[in-house]
């Protein structure tokens, strides 16, 4: 199967296009993400304070939230996985069939 050249340019061009926006908010990700990471820091100072100066002139003691990054963060561009884990691994990880056709989750131990 042939490719015309005006076909090949166009799709080429896109491409061209589609990376360079790519780079572009790659950039801009890593921007927001160093924001976010200030802001953290900066929040958790700022609760900080005021739990202290709450104490030093009220005598009250406040619990300190803090704002940290979670350990582990899911990734928002992966797709969810819906394949079938077989009726080995199924069976190892205690789910099942009821009679009426629902899905049964039993306490593997």
């Not at 820091?41 to 739990?51: C, G, H, P, S």
């Not at 406040?62 to 884990?85: C, G, I, K, R």
């Not at 080995?88 to 009426?100: F, H, Q, V």
Request: aromatic share 10%.
């Amino acid at each position: 199967m042939f490719l015309s050249r005006k076909a090949y340019d166009d799709l080429r061009n896109e491409w061209l296009k589609a990376h360079a926006e790519c780079t572009a908010l790659s950039g801009v990700n890593a921007q927001l993400n160093a924001h976010i990471e200030w802001m953290r820091v900066r929040l958790t100072q700022l609760e900080y304070e005021r739990a202290q100066l709450l104490r030093k002139y009220m005598g009250l003691d406040v619990p300190t939230p803090t704002f940290d990054a979670p350990d582990e963060h899911p990734d928002p561009n992966q797709t969810m996985d819906f394949s079938d884990v077989g009726d080995a691994m199924a069976d190892k990880l205690g789910i099942g069939w009821n009679p009426d056709g629902t899905l049964k989750y039993e306490e593997k131990q």
